[in-house]
């Protein structure tokens, strides 16, 4: 059985900082291609990191130099670190896991939870 537990959302001010985690259970994060994605009220869930099993990553375009996707795979976690935090970033994110294929990446399984990040001043 997979489970992904997402934590470390709240509320927090433009130019903030948040660090997500994700505790997967019944996966090997590390044998994965993992990703966060977010979805705001009204809009489609977006990918906006992905970190494959071998260690790259790749963000969009609008959090590349904010964002920083990692694991830690001793805690079999994936982390996202959010800084620079924008009123845009506000969405629930959620981590799942991913096929990266030619020119996308298509998440596969259910979805959990998620975690609220809310920034606003």
């Known amino acids: 059985q997979v489970q992904l537990v997402e934590s470390g959302g709240g509320l927090v001010q433009p130019g903030g900082s948040l660090r997500l985690s994700c505790a997967a259970s019944?996966?090997?994060?590390?044998?994965?291609?993992m990703g966060w994605y977010r979805q705001a009220p009204g809009k489609q869930r977006e990918l906006v990191a992905a970190?494959?099993?071998?260690?790259?990553?790749n963000y969009a375009d609008s959090v590349k130099g904010r964002f920083t996707i990692s694991r830690d795979n001793a805690q079999n976690t994936v982390y996202l670190q959010m800084n620079s935090l924008k009123p845009e970033d506000t969405a629930a994110y959620y981590c799942q896991r991913v096929l990266i294929l030619p020119g996308r990446t298509e998440p596969f399984g259910s979805w959990g939870q998620g975690t609220q990040v809310t920034v606003s001043s």
């Open positions: 970190i494959t099993s071998g260690g790259s990553t």
């Open positions: 019944g996966i090997i994060v590390s044998f994965n291609s």
